[in-house]
């Protein structure tokens, strides 16, 4: 199975969220160093990334499976 490009890719991402949604954070990595957004559309537009990620990525055995036949195959 195939799912393409994520969203965001090439993007290392971190959502740091807690109890007060009002103190939600995203953090993102760049060349000129991090970058910190807590608006409310951009927290959305991330969760949803995430959670589409969270969908489309393998589980920890099938992950396990595919990184060892691609070791095979070299």
Do not use: C, N
């Amino acid at each position: 199975m195939e799912a393409g490009e994520f969203p965001g890719a090439g993007h290392a991402v971190m959502y740091a969220h807690g109890a007060v949604p009002q103190l939600d954070t995203v953090q993102l990595d760049s060349a000129h160093g991090p970058e910190f957004t807590h608006a409310d559309a951009q927290l959305s537009k991330y969760d949803a990334h995430l959670r589409w990620m969270d969908e489309h990525a393998l589980d920890e055995s099938a992950s396990r499976d595919f990184i060892h036949g691609i070791v095979r195959q070299l």
